[in-house]
């Protein structure tokens, strides 16, 4: 809970005395240790800006939890200090916490593309937020923007794997900051729009102090496949296929599918779009002239009179999510869809990381159905959208910056890419390998971290913000690994016992009476000595404790009760 | 449950009429359709012979299961007939089942190589299991066992990742079938003695009625990498250490730890072997002349003048396991050893299925404490011990069987291996993708599923083993969930409920206090209709289910109590 050391705030413009020179904080709030989550704060003086605010998605040991969203301990501290607000794209993990986050804090200009602004609009709706609540300002890719007094921010066009990307270059009153925000340098994008290098290495020209950027992919060689390569090999892919063709994407994929939908026209195939996820990014790009429709999307009902292979489906389910619908589709209960002998599905996608066991299992489940199943690495129908060794060598070449912040990753990932700089002809002065809440002061000739602030992660889980902590998730984990054995002792008029289990073991009326005797011999003895209620409980608890794991081996979560 | 159609004991050495043609049964109980659980009996009239007897690990669902067991209900019904087990290899899929499966059957000669047996008798006593009490008959990998009258059994070495190792060609009354048992075709094994692909090739040219393969890695093109190779890089890492060496694998792969006990000898390293597993197998080994040791194996107290670069560490951890070395070490809590900066660690292993996360978690804390981290993809450090398509496609060829049964995968490596089969230049006439449980009929000319037997798995938990089921583990499942909220409502003298909850939200008065209204006005309502416990109970499950779910939006486990 440290603030900032030494807050500049008591001399924004401050002088030249060597402990109170000029200089910025850059404060990574999430998505700097990690993959996902991304919120950064910039401070100078008196003024905070920041970039994005995304969810993350639980991992296994957080049971029940519905997604994550960064703590903003800090912004909410300064509150008044906030001057503006730039998202870089609309993945999850940059606007997803944005419903939650927005509404605690103060209303300022919240700039962004219209793709982003389109979907955080569409998510703000959902919760029941007014458009006039939040100040949302659309830009161009290439806009301009002054926030406050202190930054100048020129957004910088960078493809991804969704339209209307952006990196930015942030002017300070310290220097000249380049964040590469998500990105890969493909070199045939979808649209034709590629990453505008120019104006990094123009910013690199004139002098770069830090460079922070995207480090998902430091651990692999090369360059990532382009866009256009897998739309290529999903058109030879598809031209392949006799019968109906079903695929999968990311729903955000918006050109993905856009090429995916020219695919199909080309060879004569109707396209059916379902699930809900991928019919609202659909219509959000499509009202934004991102995703054009040769000709009209159909509905499943009305592919009546068409033959198989005149039938392309793009649905969700890339990541084996129970509920989509390509896991309906492969456990068979999809309310009006059944796949067959003939189908073809094609998995346009990796699992992200913990997803794997769920998309075996679809895998699995439609080759037993006797469809083909076509999927990366023996089908090169995927890319990644972030950049690999080369991408980030050519952009750290570009911009050779003084400092460096590798971004956006796990420490593997931000090690290897401070590592991937060193090799390179111009290697940074200094580099951090930072983690969410450091405070990270910069300046001139300063490049370090001087203190931290609250940080990590708030478990949303249904209606609830913050009510699930890691003491309810230790509970959970103890619940799911041995269950749950309730004692309820009654003591009047005679002393008895009850025990209700749930996912103990499968009812067992012997074991069941053994506790019950276990628990009662305590109780009674207790009552003898007549001791107080919470010991006999206490000596219950004890009793039932010992006696299950010399029976059974196990530590069930035990709850006594004693009612008088 | 369903028994075998039309078993054949009746007529053992029956007649020729179609129905009761001479036939033998082939039954895989585990391992078919699945990667882990290997067991699967022959049965040829009153006879059957069984192979393995493995364990396969939970997956995520399978919350707080040790581990689990095939079903071996058929083989408890016909235990009479069982004349013989013969065991392939010592991996925990093939003979970690076996403390839970021989003291449930008849004593038979069970046959197996001399590391396979090592193994099983260490894994009998650890389960106090007499040694008379199995019968345990150690062959060499070229042995030839008759089991019965019907099977004669010849044992081909096959190359795989744990010494000793085998496939065997099965001759019986209705012909002869070979079974790959795990495998890989390495051209450079670590102890010279290749996969004995001519007795496959003899066989093929003498008649093959069914081939049994591995199909692990049906969906890899090409060869899998030589273990020799993993050696080459190995000590070519190894030797570009400046400080000390942590390497964990397998602890079963013997011949890698091996190559790096004599990697280290060449290098001037001493090696200190840290872990249980590690040490149990390693003796085993050492016993049987399996590992060499250039010089002793020192104790970590033992190093102690020793500098950095003389020593090498072989460690567990590999899959990330909580109370592994190289978890204690990448977490700092190992009581003797902590890793510091110039030490490097190397994973020669991949992650399994399932334990991504951990080994990431693991990963990334090694970075953290700035040591230098080794493992593939980027070092080629690792080699699977199973084959890929080039190999599989050698069996194949060689064997040139009349039907194929693709075993030991899901049924996505199924059904490649079976497409991989018919592209070749002689296919099998015919290929089945069996589940657990089939009864595969075999004849001269007749290849098909008949019936099927119970099967499946038996969860061990703790002490337990198959008292936890499928609906215990669906209640684990909701209590990891949401948590569990337990409402007792004592009805006398007047009515009041208490709450308890765990693993539901954070200790929350307000919540409780609602949560008890809410509960007391329905059982006060109950109470003053003069209802039946079981309906006041009940009344008192609805409305805190419907207060829940509308003021949380969540669905917590709920244990109402009535005490009159």
Not at 177 to 197: A, N, Q
Not at 418 to 438: E, F, H, M, S
């Amino acid at each position: 809970m440290t603030q900032p050391g030494k807050p500049s705030q008591s001399r924004p413009n401050g002088g030249a005395t060597p402990d109170t020179a000029p200089h910025l904080e850059v404060i990574p709030l999430g998505g700097m240790g990690e993959i996902g989550k991304n919120i950064t704060a910039y401070r100078y003086g008196d003024e905070i800006m920041v970039v994005d605010g995304g969810l993350a998605f639980p991992d296994a040991h957080q049971m029940g939890v519905d997604l994550i969203i960064p703590r903003i301990d800090y912004l909410q501290q300064h509150a008044g200090l906030i001057k503006g607000w730039i998202l870089t794209h609309g993945h999850e993990d940059h606007i997803g916490g944005l419903p939650y986050i927005l509404p605690r804090l103060p209303r300022v200009p919240v700039y962004g593309a219209p793709l982003t602004l389109g979907l955080v609009r569409e998510k703000l709706s959902e919760f029941g937020i007014k458009p006039g609540d939040v100040d949302l300002r659309e830009v161009d890719l290439d806009a301009n923007v002054k926030i406050g007094k202190s930054f100048q921010v020129q957004f910088v066009r960078m493809t991804h794997s969704i339209p209307d990307n952006a990196g930015y270059i942030l002017t300070t009153p310290v220097g000249r900051i380049v964040h590469t925000g998500d990105f890969k340098l493909d070199e045939e994008p979808s649209d034709g729009r590629l990453s505008d290098l120019a104006r990094i290495e123009q910013a690199g020209r004139e002098g770069v102090l830090l460079l922070i950027s995207d480090s998902t992919n430091a651990e692999r060689p090369g360059r990532t496949v382009s866009e256009a390569e897998v739309a290529r090999n999903l058109e030879d892919l598809i031209s392949k296929c006799k019968g109906r063709v079903f695929m999968t994407t990311f729903a955000s994929n918006v050109h993905r599918i856009g090429n995916v939908i020219k695919i199909a026209h080309r060879q004569g195939r109707r396209v059916v779009m379902e699930g809900r996820s991928m019919l609202k990014y659909a219509q959000v790009a499509q009202g934004l002239g991102l995703m054009e429709l040769p000709e009209p999307l159909l509905a499943n009902d009305e592919v009546g009179s068409l033959q198989d292979q005149q039938v392309l489906y793009v649905c969700t389910g890339s990541q084996g999510q129970p509920m989509s619908v390509l896991s309906r589709l492969a456990f068979g209960n999809h309310a009006k869809i059944a796949l067959r002998r003939g189908d073809s599905v094609i998995l346009s996608s990796n699992p992200i990381p913990g997803n794997e066991e769920a998309v075996n299992l679809v895998i699995n489940r439609l080759y037993e159905l006797g469809v083909d199943v076509y999927y990366p690495p023996a089908y090169r129908v995927h890319a990644s959208g972030h950049g690999s060794q080369e991408e980030l060598a050519t952009v750290l070449n570009l911009a050779r910056p003084k400092f460096f912040l590798p971004w956006h990753g796990e420490p593997r990932h931000q090690i290897n890419h401070a590592r991937l700089a060193q090799t390179l002809p111009r290697p940074p002065k200094r580099t951090l390998i930072a983690r969410n809440g450091d405070v990270v002061r910069l300046g001139a000739d300063e490049f370090r971290v001087t203190g931290t602030v609250p940080a990590g992660g708030v478990y949303v889980d249904g209606l609830g913000v913050g009510d699930v902590g890691d003491d309810v998730l230790l509970d959970r984990s103890s619940l799911s690994q041995e269950g749950v054995v309730i004692m309820t002792a009654v003591l009047h008029p005679t002393p008895h016992v009850e025990i209700v289990s749930r996912g103990f073991v499968r009812a067992n009326r012997d074991l069941d009476a053994q506790i019950r005797r276990v628990a009662l011999e305590a109780v009674e003895g207790g009552v003898r000595e007549k001791k107080r209620l919470e010991d006999v409980r206490d000596d219950m608890y004890g009793a039932v404790r010992r006696f299950l794991r010399k029976v059974t081996g196990r530590n069930p979560v035990l709850i006594p009760m004693i009612v008088d």
